[in-house]
């Protein structure tokens, strides 16, 4: 598909996070289901891709020949608004240059958010806690929803330090407990929540955020929390930890 006819004023947008949608200046354009997996593909990726990965990802159950062909039907019958979006050269696939990508946005705020002289947007926490493609079942997503769903922990907790360090204390616990949601097995996020509950005056607070994690640890996996965690709340349980 060429690319003269695009229309990067009218300003394609793809969101991934919390779900699919195409729109093009805020307006959502309709898509069809096959034409979507596509198009979260070449978003995902960010490169060319050869057409016959594509087309043997798209269409792993069927044939090279009928799978080409099907991927040769969904490119003619993606038609926007913008003109075309995706590009092809040398027999590879790939989104044109100017749409922008919700997901893109996101790893490049968690590649950045501990950085020294990071200045967090407001919408960090929101979009550093969304889902890739909830529901989404293609085999093609399990290597990036892995590496998102430990990316984003990360970046949240190193968020969650920075609205600390600069005295916002209700974004850092924002960071946090989005942390704990999006993990809720994960003690270095709940250490923070105790920290920031026994930073603000809330002793009682602390006490039930470690007991609910120290009771979920032992019913999922027969655990204990860690000597570190406990620390933290063992003055205010006295002999019971």
């Not at 990726?45 to 039907?73: E, K």
């Not at 990071?118 to 085999?139: F, I, N, Y």
């Amino acid at each position: 598909m060429s690319v003269t006819s695009a229309r990067p004023e009218l300003r394609p947008s793809i969101r991934l996070l919390d779900g699919f949608a195409l729109a093009c200046d805020h307006v959502e354009v309709h898509v069809i289901p096959v034409a979507r997996r596509l198009l979260a593909l070449l978003a995902l990726r960010d490169a060319p891709v050869s057409r016959a990965v594509v087309a043997a990802q798209l269409w792993p159950d069927t044939t090279a020949r009928r799978a080409a062909a099907s991927l040769r039907s969904t490119l003619w019958r993606l038609a926007t608004p913008a003109g075309p979006l995706v590009s092809t050269t040398d027999d590879a696939l790939a989104l044109v240059p100017h749409v922008e990508v919700d997901f893109h946005r996101a790893c490049r705020l968690a590649a950045t958010v501990a950085a020294p002289d990071h200045v967090p947007e407001p919408q960090a926490v929101a979009l550093l806690k969304a889902d890739l493609l909830p529901g989404w079942d293609q085999t093609w997503l399990v290597a990036e929803r892995d590496w998102w769903h430990q990316a984003r922990l990360r970046a949240l907790e190193a968020l969650s330090a920075r609205f600390r360090s600069t005295g916002d204390r209700h974004r850092a616990h924002q960071a946090a407990l989005a942390a704990v949601q999006t993990d809720p097995l994960r003690e270095s996020a709940h250490r923070t929540l105790v920290e920031l509950h026994l930073a603000d005056g809330n002793p009682a607070q602390a006490v039930r955020q470690y007991t609910s994690y120290r009771v979920r640890l032992r019913t999922e996996l027969g655990m204990e929390p860690s000597a570190e965690i406990r620390r933290l709340v063992g003055p205010l349980l006295g002999g019971a930890r």
